[in-house]
């Protein structure tokens, strides 16, 4: 079954560090893409971060980079320089056919992150 | 910049009543989806559509049906509300598959309350 794990329900940084959070995917599909998005307290989905599974490079944007090991099936997010402003929960979210192809995706239970100043 | 809009943040409902969540997207996209936010449990697929009058059911369609009657708007039915569908709501929209790395763009939420 495909399917999104994230293991940490919530987390706390410091800020001006850098934070990991994990996510662990299942799939039998070759071709997948993964997604980071952002929810503040507002509610709106925010998209953060793409990576497709024939990329050879991780993905980056910004302070965000995507950890992508695809022999572990893992795809963590790393915020780098924490803001207070990064307080929000974060879920990551799998594409299970064709690499880039966005139709429907399979999201993870989410990480609340609270940056402490 | 790709806007979605649900009509209403905030939903109050009894039990028994039929409920509409209506979604509407100005960027002509052609994937539109409903999904169910609850704590601990993520997001989770209700129904989507590829296309006008086109509809196919995701992860957890019991309960609920839609229409997308025109291309820019994709209503969320709930036949008769249980307490059980207390939730956050969020419909998405996206450009047609194949088309690289374009992601879901998100409404606001509709949290509905049945009681």
């Known amino acids: 079954a495909q399917k999104i794990t994230q293991t940490q329900p919530g987390m706390f940084v410091q800020e001006k560090e850098a934070v990991t959070l994990d996510c662990t995917y299942d799939t039998s599909d070759p071709s997948y893409g993964l997604f980071w998005y952002k929810q503040p307290s507002s509610g709106e989905m925010i998209f953060l971060i793409y990576q497709g599974s024939y990329d050879q490079q991780n993905a980056t944007e910004g302070r965000y980079s995507l950890n992508f090991q695809k022999a572990r099936k893992s795809a963590n997010l790393v915020i780098s320089a924490s803001q207070l402003g990064d307080s929000a929960m974060y879920f990551c979210?799998?594409?299970?056919?064709?690499?880039?192809?966005?139709?429907?995706?399979?999201f993870g239970q989410g990480t609340t992150l609270q940056v402490k100043p | 910049d790709v806007k979605v809009t649900q009509s209403s943040r905030y939903l109050v409902k009894r039990t028994g009543e039929k409920v509409f969540l209506e979604c509407v997207q100005d960027?002509?996209?052609?994937?539109m989806f409903w999904y169910r936010q609850d704590p601990g449990l993520g997001l989770r697929l209700i129904y989507f559509?590829?296309?006008?009058?086109?509809?196919e059911k995701g992860d957890i369609p019991e309960g609920y049906s839609v229409s997308r009657e025109k291309k820019e708007r994709f209503s969320l039915i709930l036949e008769s509300a249980s307490t059980n569908q207390t939730s956050m709501y969020l419909c998405?929209?996206?450009?047609?598959?194949?088309?690289?790395?374009?992601?879901?763009?998100f409404g606001n939420g509709t949290r509905l309350t049945v009681t």
């Open positions: 998405a929209s996206s450009i047609l598959l194949g088309q690289g790395n374009s992601p879901l763009h």
């Open positions: 960027m002509d996209h052609e994937n």
């Open positions: 979210a799998m594409s299970p056919h064709g690499s880039g192809n966005t139709g429907k995706l399979i």
């Open positions: 559509s590829y296309d006008v009058k086109m509809k």
